[in-house]
């Protein structure tokens, strides 16, 4: 069955740490890939996106992601955190062939600890 | 406005009743979705709009969901007879005809059923 899957709920970083939050999909072709953010009490954004090329795509605020084909994943990154990325992180994907519906993670919840 | 709008932006209601939700897209986007956001939970896509085609009703939960969008602009969900598992975030979004185009959400509508 088509699926996608954030496995970590919640993850606490420092300000300044490495981040890498976890999108792995279940497909057995290349869906379309994104990862949005929604910050408390506002509308999700789109941070970045993968149709085909290049599997390291970078997006808005200083993210990026990599698409790996092998492990069904496309995990988001960021070098260095700041206390504003606090909010929670959605992945989702398009299964091609079946629509133009977006699949949604269940998110991942970061927190900042300063 | 530039953005997707959502009206009421809080509602609520008394189990039983039905409620209208409304949605304006980005003026000229032709595809529009809803999601509904509960309390713990990701995204869970509802129906899918793209210009004049059938649309995707698929994750409708129950027959106590409609929706319809007229003009090929605004949309309303309508829930009859509202339960309290209804309660939850109403999200609408749209972007233009291509699947590679973002998705723009407005900042929902939070139903809270008594």
């Known amino acids: 069955a088509q699926s996608v899957t954030q496995p970590d709920i919640h993850i606490t970083v420092s300000e300044g740490a490495s981040l890498e939050l976890r999108c792995n999909y279940s497909?057995?072709?290349?869906?379309?890939l994104f990862w949005y953010v929604q910050s408390p009490g506002q509308g999700l954004q789109l941070l970045l996106k993968?149709?085909?090329?290049?599997?390291l795509v970078q997006g808005i605020k200083g993210f990026e992601a990599e698409f790996k084909r092998s492990q069904s994943s496309f995990n988001l990154r960021k070098p260095s955190v700041h206390w504003s990325d606090a909010a929670e992180y959605f992945c989702?994907?398009?299964?091609?062939?079946?629509?133009?519906?977006?699949?949604f993670g269940t998110g991942t919840q970061l927190k900042v600890e300063l | 406005g530039a953005g997707v709008s959502q009206s009421p932006s809080n509602k609520v209601t008394e189990k039983g009743k039905d409620v209208e939700l409304r949605c304006d897209p980005i003026?000229?986007?032709?595809?529009l979705y809803w999601y509904r956001q509960s309390l713990g939970q990701g995204l869970e896509f509802l129906i899918y709009?793209?210009?004049?085609?059938?649309?995707?009703k698929s994750g409708l939960p129950s027959d106590r969901f409609s929706a319809e969008r007229t003009g090929g602009s605004v949309s309303t969900l309508t829930i009859q007879r509202t339960q309290q598992e209804d309660s939850a975030v109403y999200l609408c979004?749209?972007?233009?005809?291509?699947?590679?185009?973002?998705?723009?959400f407005g900042e929902g509508s939070r139903l809270t059923v008594l």
């Open positions: 979004a749209s972007r233009l005809i291509q699947i590679s185009g973002e998705l723009f």
């Open positions: 709009f793209q210009g004049n085609s059938a649309p995707d």
């Open positions: 003026s000229g986007h032709t595809a």
């Open positions: 993968y149709f085909s090329g290049d599997t």
């Open positions: 989702a994907v398009v299964f091609t062939g079946g629509g133009n519906k977006l699949t």
């Open positions: 497909y057995g072709a290349t869906p379309y």
